[in-house]
C-alpha cells in the first residue's frame, strides 16, 4: 500500500509518500518561517499564499523522490483540518484534484489525527490503546488512544496551549520565531531554579491544563531576569505542569500499553526525558517520535491515511474543510458545559 500525504494547516507546507508497512519513501517540507518572521506569528493570509506557490512542486518532488507516479499510489490524504482555513482549503483541494485526476481515493485527515498516530509510524511495536500527551501549537490534550478513529479525550488546556506558550516566550525574550526550539536553545544557558514561575493547575484532580497565568508571568517577571535563566525557568514550569498532569491521567488510563508524546512540543529535550521517566515509574514504555515527526509534515497525514485506508476508511470528493475538529467530539460537549 502507498499513500500520498498533503499538509498544509499552518505554516508548513508538506508532501509525502509512506508505505503500509512503514516505509517512509520521501518527505518534502517548505517551512515559511522567513516570510513571517517580521510579524512574530503565523499570518494565515501569507500562510494560504504561499502554500498555494509551493504544494504542487512539493507533491512533484515527492514522486520523484520516489521513483513514483500517480498511479503508484493507492489514495491521497490530505488534511482537513484543524486550522487556518485557507491553508487547510489549499491542501484538501489539492488531494481532491489529484485524487480526481488519477481516479484514486481520498481520505481526509484530522491533523490531530496525524499527530496522534505519527508515534505508530515511529514504532512498529506501540498497540491500542496508549495514553498519548499531544502538545503543540494549537493543542495541549491527553487522549486515551484506543484504535483509528477512536480516541477519548481526558483532558485539555482550558485556555492556551503549550507551544503557544513557548512562541510567546520567545517573543518576549526576543528570542525569534519559532518560538519552541530559540527557547530551549537558550534555556541549556541558563538557571531553572532563577526566576519563581506558577504551575497553574498542579494537583488539581482533573488532569485539565492551563497556560496562561505562566505566559503573563514570564511577561511580568522577565524585565528582572537573564533571558536564558526566564527560559529554563519558563521550560522547567512547563515540564512540571506537563508531568503532574499527565501523572493525573495515568490514573485514569487502565489499560494503556505505553506512554506516548506527539506534537511540536514533543521534539522538547526535557520534555521528553521527563516522560521518559515518568513512563519508567510506572513501568510503561515511553515512546517518542524523532523530532521531524513531532513538527508538522505530510509523513503523519500520509501514515494516519494508511492506517484509515486499511481500515476500509475513504471520504468523498466533497468533504469540507473544517477550521475547528475535535478529535474526540464527545469531549467537546462537556467542555461546552464547563471545561
Ligand atoms: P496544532 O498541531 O495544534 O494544529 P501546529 O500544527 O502549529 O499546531 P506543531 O507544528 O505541531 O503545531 O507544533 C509547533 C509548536 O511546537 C510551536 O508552538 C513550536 O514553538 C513548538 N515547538 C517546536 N519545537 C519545539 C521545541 N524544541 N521545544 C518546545 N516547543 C517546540
Ligand atoms: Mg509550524
Ligand atoms: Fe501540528
Redesign the pocket.
Known sequence: MLILGLES????TAAALVTGDRQVLAHRLAGQEAAHRPYGGVVPEIAARAHVEVLQPLVEAALGDAGKTLADVDAIAATAG??LIGGVLVGLVTGKALAHAAGKPLIAVN??EG?ALSPRLADPDLDFPYLLLLV????CQLLLVEGVARYRRLATTIDD?A??A??KTAKILGLGF????A??RAATEGDARAVPLPRPLKGSPEPHFSFAGLKAAVARMAPDHAAADVAASFQQAVVDCLIDRTRRALDKADGATALVVA???A??GA?RAALQALAAEHGLRFVAPP?WL???NAAMIAWAGAERFAAGLTDPLDTAARARWPLDPDAEKVRGAGV
Not at 494547516?9 to 508548513?12: A, F, Y
Not at 503543540?136 to 493543542?139: E, V
Open positions: 494547516s499552518c505554516d508548513e484543524p486550522g491533523h490531530l499527530h503543540s501549537g494549537g493543542h496551549a507551544g503557544e513557548f512562541d519559532p518560538g519552541g526550539p527557547v530551549e506534537g511540536g512540543v521534539a522538547n520534555v523530532a513531532c513538527t508538522d
